[in-house]
């Protein structure tokens, strides 16, 4: 399997770039996270259960929804050789199953003395915010 092997470098950034991707979110991306994180709350995994909450349906879990903006920091913006610092978080609605979520990542501030870049987060389900919160990276320099 070849890979890009290195994303933006801290000089290739600026304020204002954006990077995003989607995903219909299954039903088997939410038992495969209820298996790897162990959360096997029933309004995810139970829909007799679920359609007695709030959310009158099973969802995706919140992490789960999150994973996508980490994937967009790790694969697209920074990319390759970011290293995750932080991450806050703001759940504003359920992602349920078949929900096309996209997340979005944009770059708001760098600090190019600590390589650290900030920047807004979010994840949307047919243009509804339903994650946003805030990630700070650390990016590389170009070698010399």
Known sequence: MTTNLHGFYLEDLSE?????????ISEADVIKFAEVSGDTNPVHLDEDYAKTTMFGGRIAHGMLTAGLISAV?????????????SQSLKF??????GDEATAQVVVTAIDQEKRRVTLATSVSVADKVVLEGEAVVMVDRKAG
């Open 16 to 24: 204002g770039q954006s990077a995003s991707l989607s995903r219909i």
């Open 92 to 97: 504003r609605a359920p992602v349920k199953l």
């Open 73 to 85: 920091l790790g694969t697209k913006l920074p990319g390759p050789g970011a290293i995750y610092l």
